[in-house]
């Protein structure tokens, strides 16, 4: 299929939770979008699905932890697309490890994936984009409160650092006309969660700590991300927009 004049967007993390209901989302909003992930059949599927919408939709194979991989994975991509215009950083791995428990090498695993995995998509986004690109990774409100939820030490020190990651890239591309901005979720019905969630009370006691009292489904923090890689964001960057049904207020 030829390359078209629709905006083009990036999702890593897209095979499964908000990379898949993102990249579904942004088909549906008039992308066309490469996905990329570890789980090929799971990323192959949901780029199946973004089809339905319309988009040219692909989906690549790779392991974000892999910088020769993954910079190889995203000039393919925005090659295949024509372009890009957007990118969505939700690839991540959660970890429920208890503090004392927590090795260097858990933390190396976990800051490789949700730190180093999303800095080396911000600097290949910026190499590819235009004046005008947006971007939006993914951290958490366990980055805001430290953890709290179901992660612990590993996993909210790297969502904190996806903050300021964030923040410091939102300041160094703007020079390129490239906007970046975080959406901070709070307990989100994805894989990343199930098993936490068969317990029942530990549910209740987290959904609880928000006003709203539930969990999101993972289309309502498509649906932020969305908003923020769009030109109807466009005075809106280095902003952390929290999902999380009035967990974290500040
Ligand atoms: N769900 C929540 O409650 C929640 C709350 C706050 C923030 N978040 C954040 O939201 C993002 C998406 O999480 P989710 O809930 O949608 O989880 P998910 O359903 O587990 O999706 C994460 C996806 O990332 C992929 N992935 C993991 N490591 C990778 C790697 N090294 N290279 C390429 N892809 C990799 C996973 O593939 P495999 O399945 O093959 O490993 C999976 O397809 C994460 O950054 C997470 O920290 C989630």
Redesign the pocket.
């Known amino acids: 299929m030829p390359v078209t004049d629709r905006r083009k967007a990036i999702v ?10 993102t990249l579904l989302e942004l088909a549906r909003a008039g992308y066309d979008v490469a996905g ?4 090929r059949a ?2 192959d599927e949901v780029a199946r699905r973004a089809a339905h919408h319309g988009a040219r939709s692909r989906g690549f194979t ?4 892999d910088e020769a991989a993954l910079v190889a994975a995203f000039g393919a991509a925005c090659d295949w697309l024509g372009g890009l215009d957007a990118l969505a ?6 970890d429920t490890t208890p503090f004392m428990d927590v090795t260097v090498q858990r933390f190396r695993d976990v800051y ?3 730190v180093i ?1 999303t800095f080396v998509c911000l600097r290949e986004a910026a190499l590819h984009m235009k004046p005008g690109g947006r971007i939006c990774t ?5 980055g805001l409160r430290g953890g709290g ?3 612990t030490a590993a ?1 909210a020190a790297s ?1 904190g650092a ?1 903050l300021a990651l964030t923040k410091n890239a939102a300041r160094a591309l703007a020079e390129r006309g490239i906007s970046v901005n975080t959406v ?10 199930e098993q936490a969630w068969k317990n029942e009370a530990h549910r209740r006691r987290v959904e609880g700590m928000a006003v709203q009292n539930r ?2 489904a ?1 289309e309502e ?1 498509a649906k932020s991300i969305a908003f923020l890689l769009s030109p109807d964001a466009s005075i809106v960057t280095g902003a952390t927009l929290v999902a999380d049904g009035g967990l974290v207020m500040y």
Request: hydrophobic letters at 50%; glycine letters at 14%.
């Open positions: 890593t993390g897209a095979a499964s939770g908000i990379g898949a209901a990329l992930d570890l789980n799971g990323v790779v392991d974000v932890t950083t939700s690839a991540g791995v959660a490789a994936v949700n995995g993914v951290a958490s409100v366990a939820l179901s992660g996993y969502k996806v901070a979720p709070g307990a989100t019905l994805t894989p990343m969660i969990t999101a993972p923090i």
